[in-house]
């Protein structure tokens, strides 16, 4: 069984920085691509950062320059480092990531993280 747990996210002022971290456990044989999505009240899901197994990365036009992603292939890991927060960065932050298990090949979702941007 797969899972993805998030952690990292909070209340923080318009201008701070907060870092997400999403650990995969389970019975993984490979990662491909990983990603953050994030879902603001009322709003649908959005793709902020995605990384690819070679660490190519994209990042949606409203965080370029201020948000980075990362991974960490060995630890099964991937992280996002968000710089410069405004209010409208507030949402439910999700792990995604693309992976490979006995079963096949699948996309799997974490619960979540709030993050908070006061302004």
């Known amino acids: 069984q797969v899972q993805l747990v998030e952690s990292g996210g909070g209340l923080v002022q318009a201008g701070g920085s907060l870092k997400l971290s999403c650990k995969a456990s389970?019975?993984?044989?490979?990662?491909?691509?990983m990603g953050w999505y994030r879902q603001a009240p009322g709003k649908q899901r959005e793709l902020v950062a995605m990384?690819?197994?070679?660490?190519?990365?994209n990042y949606a036009d409203s965080v370029k320059g201020r948000f980075t992603i990362s991974r960490d292939n060995a630890q099964k890991m991937v992280y996002l480092q968000m710089n410069s927060l405004k209010p409208e960065d507030t949402g439910v932050y999700y792990c995604n990531a693309d992976l490979r298990t006995w079963s096949g090949r699948n996309a799997y979702w974490g619960q979540g993280t709030q993050v908070t941007v006061s302004s």
């Open positions: 389970g019975s993984i044989l490979s990662i491909n691509t």
């Open positions: 990384i690819t197994s070679d660490f190519i990365t």
